[in-house]
Structures are given as C-alpha cells and as structure tokens.
C-alpha cells in the first residue's frame, strides 16, 4: 500500500482530503486504501509538517529497541503470564491495572508524608517496591496481549507511553520519601 503524491500534496498543503467525493463519510473512512494509516480528521495546522514528516507518521512501525539480560532473563515469566491473560482482556487495561497498582502506593506515601518530609514505616517503602515490580511486570505483558489478541495500535502505543510517565512520579515520589527531600 503506498501514498500517492497527490494525497501527501493535499495532506501538506492544508487542503482536506476528506471532502465528500473522497470519504463515507457515513463510516468515517476513506472510499481507497491510500489513507489507510492517516488521522481522520486533517491537522489544525496545516503546513507545520513536511511531506515526509506526514508520510513518516503514517507509514510509522514501532520497532523495540535491544534487550537486556534482566528482559532476556523475565521474557519467559512475562510470556507465561500474558498466556494466561483472559483473550477478552484489552492490553490498555493491562497497563491501567499496573498504574493502579502504583497510584495506590502513592497514595499511601502521600498518606504518611504529604511533604516528602517526614519519616515514613518500612512497609510503606517495600510496598512501593512491590508495586513497581508489578507495574514492570503487566507494563511488559501489556505489549504481548496486544500481539497475542491482534489489537496493536499506534493509539495504544501512545497509551502505553503515557502510563509509563504516569508511572515515574511513583518512583521519583517513593525515592523522595525514602530521603526525605522534602519541598521538592
């Protein structure tokens, strides 16, 4: 499936490729392939992005980068348990169960010391501890039960990324309590 010049023009040059004689718009789809992988709705700024930035974006494939002995060493746990995940469970609620277990945790820390001041019980700490781990755990197996139900999307990628940053308040947070920075 290839991109037609004329669609990148249109795209660039801020006209909208989705006029009636291009899109059902019933279905909210294009009528040919061509823009299989392109948003719906044109950009708000039209001529910020170039040609090749736009073709970029759609023609984009997430690739992983290089693995570690700790990922090459859990691979096997984290397949074992994706395998084990319900075929009806969507991998973004995978990811949301591992923030929940995080924010949970926080809001105990917060709970025991609301300024990252104060001296917080031990539990409190191995707690963290134990929900980073889990969150590690399904942030891993969320990718594979998006592989393993075929529902892989850009849009989940996105998703994915956004809880990981989500995720390290958690550890920036459990790391201040434990050295009482306090005001930061």
Known sequence: ?????SVLDTLYHGESPFSSRNIDIKHEKPLDETLHNVWIKEPAHSGVLTKDGVENIALHKYQ?????????FCNPIWTKLTEG?????????VSTLGLS??????MITWYYTERLDNWVPSWVLVANGLATIAYYTLDCMD??????????SP????????????GNLNSISAASAYLMLGGT
């Not at 992983?64 to 090459?72: C, L, R």
């Not at 277990?101 to 926080?106: P, T």
């Not at 849009?155 to 989500?166: K, M, N, R, Y």
């Open 155 to 166: 849009l989940g990628q996105l998703f994915d990324h956004g809880v990981d940053c989500l």
């Open 85 to 93: 995940l319900p075929m009806w469970l969507a991998p973004n609620m």
């Open 1 to 5: 499936m290839g991109f037609s010049s």
């Open 101 to 106: 277990c995080l924010y949970a945790v926080y």
């Open 143 to 152: 990718g594979k039960q998006a592989r393993r139900t075929n529902t892989s």
């Open 64 to 72: 992983s980068g290089t693995s570690t002995y700790f990922d090459d």
